[in-house]
């Protein structure tokens, strides 16, 4: 099982990135799928999550209107559309598998069933 994530870099306030988190080893469109990031010095938190079947997005307040998650099952590829950005969106972004086809709004990575290894992403002027 891998989750790989690319897409990340240095961004500046009011910038976009696109992240990218390539699935392969599972069943990729049965799993709930979620975006968790750490800040340097804080702990995990929640972003944003997609569920499998019914396509049902969620988002953490912070980054409604400005982040659209999204699949794509044929190709087995999470993605996180990432708008406007601040300098408090500077983390190492994970993508994670739930444990079933639902989301999964933990801050605690034991709850996740498959975990990536993170893109940095930087924003700053």
């Known amino acids: 099982v891998q989750l790989l994530e690319f897409g990340g870099g240095l961004a500046q306030p009011g910038g976009s990135l696109r992240l990218s988190c390539a699935a392969s080893?599972?069943?990729?469109?049965?799993?709930?799928m979620n975006w968790v990031r750490q800040a340097p010095g804080n702990g995990l938190e929640w972003v944003s999550s997609?569920?499998?079947?019914?396509?049902?997005?969620y988002y953490q307040d912070s980054v409604k209107g400005r982040f659209t998650i999204s699949r794509d099952n044929a190709k087995n590829t999470l993605y996180l559309q990432m708008n406007n950005l601040q300098p408090e969106d500077t983390a190492v972004y994970f993508c994670?598998?739930?444990?079933?086809?639902?989301?999964?709004?933990?801050?605690?990575?034991?709850?996740?069933?498959?975990w990536g290894q993170g893109t940095q992403v930087t924003v700053s002027s």
């Open positions: 994670a598998a739930s444990f079933g086809s639902h989301a999964t709004t933990s801050t605690m990575k034991e709850n996740y069933k498959y």
């Open positions: 080893g599972f069943t990729f469109a049965t799993y709930g």
């Open positions: 997609i569920r499998s079947i019914t396509l049902s997005t």
